[in-house]
């Protein structure tokens, strides 16, 4: 008799604030806790049953996405293509204006695909100093949240360069930036960057790289380098990297894309969504509660769909089955940024956004910040988690529950070593609760913190 699998959801929150040093969130991101009751078709074999993470949907093999780098207006052609074969993708940008965000990054952003980080200025990473290189990649990324109102998880490194000959320690000081920035992964030449790049083992995602062409892919190269990764064991392939299409370009780039898309084991999606899932499914733990009768209880306690920038189901592996486990936390409703500009003490401000809020940050070089946050809605705020991000360091740190009307002020002290000389932004990443909405804050002040 064939099995038999029903799925039924048990939310658990997790209590905020704790940030447990475990081999499997290795980056210390946010979790929370929700049981999955798994049905079987005898209860020897819901006794029996055991449930690992897939980061490949059922039926899937390969999880495919697009990488277009650098901030103009042929993205609109390329996303087209992309938009009539099925296939949507990660747009790297940098600074442009008012008119390309309301224009061009909107018109992306609406077709389905997300922004990925590509520098404020596309500088040679390898060549800046420490307060640039943290500015370059920090700031471009919270304020490219705030614009496309998705997390921006994702980043591409501008030439492609993050080692130098005559400096042993460039990948190692990029690879610091980002890490204290938040970004999640890279599809990138190089592979297995997590090493150079300081991160725990395995918890960078990286993807098979293939750049076919510019201005006219060449279709058999592309396809010869798919056949090659996929004997490698390729799990996650990248097309790019650059809209500059001829219009037969643009034809060969929708013939290769039809063709990806018609690959019935193969789903295409932007990076944001294939780092949610490999990210998901490396960050969380599973845990076996109990059998009853004919049901399996699992516990699943792991990052939620904002901290790993897309609301992507994790796969189940039960048996020999495949199984969707939905995530039980949204996706942020919406995305403000509170800025300090002059770093004055004392301050709230408001945000040109839709968010219930006031909040300020104040940085003290004698080595701490000051947080305010006032609930200026109607709705009661749980207790919250969030992140201090700083160009040596990252500090967790707790905002208790707020009624309305009420403000929080909290001090969060720092190490001298995580400030760098130079003009520099801090901020605070914070995803508050709100009745049954998430937003997420970034807490901004900027300044010459070592003067």
């Known amino acids: 008799m064939d099995r038999m699998i029903k799925l039924f959801v048990l939310v658990m929150w997790c209590a905020a604030g704790t940030f447990p040093v475990l081999a499997g969130n290795p980056l210390l991101l946010p979790e929370y806790v929700r049981e999955y009751r798994v049905e079987f078709s005898s209860q020897e074999e819901a006794a029996a049953a055991t449930m690992t993470l897939s980061a490949l949907p059922p039926g899937k093999n ?48 609406d077709g389905g695909n997300t922004v990925g980080n590509h520098t404020l200025s596309h500088p040679r990473l390898t060549e800046v100093g420490a307060a640039r290189l943290w500015n370059e990649i920090f700031e471009n990324r919270y304020l490219y949240e705030v614009r496309s109102q998705l997390p921006v998880t994702a980043f591409a490194l501008p030439f492609c360069a993050w080692r130098r000959k005559d400096d042993p320690t460039a990948a190692a000081r990029i690879g610091k930036a980002l890490r204290h920035a938040g970004m999640l992964g890279a599809p990138e030449y190089f592979r297995d960057q997590a090493v150079p790049y300081g991160y725990p083992v395995g918890s960078f995602v990286n993807s098979f790289l293939i750049t076919p062409g510019d201005r006219e892919p060449d279709e058999e190269r592309f396809f010869v380098e798919v056949e090659q990764f ?37 789903h295409c999606c932007t990076e944001n969504e294939a780092i949610a899932r490999i990210s998901g499914a490396a960050f969380t733990r599973v845990e076996k509660l109990h059998a009853d009768g004919a049901v399996a209880v699992f516990r699943l306690t792991g990052p939620p769909p904002a901290s790993l920038g897309w609301n992507a189901p994790l796969t189940g592996c039960v048996g020999d089955r495949r199984i969707e486990l939905p995530h039980t936390m949204p996706m942020p409703k919406a995305i403000g940024l509170f800025l300090n500009r002059n770093n004055l003490s004392g301050r709230l401000f408001k945000c040109a956004e839709r968010v219930p809020f006031r909040a300020g940050l104040f940085l003290d070089p004698a080595g701490s910040t000051v947080l305010r946050l006032e609930n200026t809605g109607g709705v009661f705020c749980s207790a919250t988690s969030g992140i201090l991000r700083l160009p040596g360091e990252n500090i967790r740190f707790t905002i208790p529950e707020l009624e309305p009307g009420r403000q929080a002020v909290i001090e969060i002290p720092f190490h001298a070593d995580a400030l760098v000389d130079g003009e520099i932004a801090v901020a605070a990443e914070l995803d508050v609760e709100a009745g049954e909405e998430i937003y997420r804050l970034w807490i901004a002040t900027r300044g010459n913190f070592r003067e």
């Open 230 to 266: 996929l004997r490698q064991g390729a799990t996650h392939i990248t097309l790019g990297m650059h809209s500059n299409h001829t219009p037969a370009g643009l034809e060969k780039l929708r013939r290769i894309l039809a063709s990806c898309a018609r690959r019935s084991d193969w």
């Open 62 to 109: 390969v999880l495919f996405s697009c990488r277009w780098d650098d901030s103009n207006d042929r993205h609109l052609k390329t996303a087209e293509v992309m938009r009539e074969t099925g296939c949507p993708g990660t747009f790297y940008l940098c600074q442009a204006g008012p008119n390309y965000y309301a224009g061009t990054m909107k018109t992306l952003v």
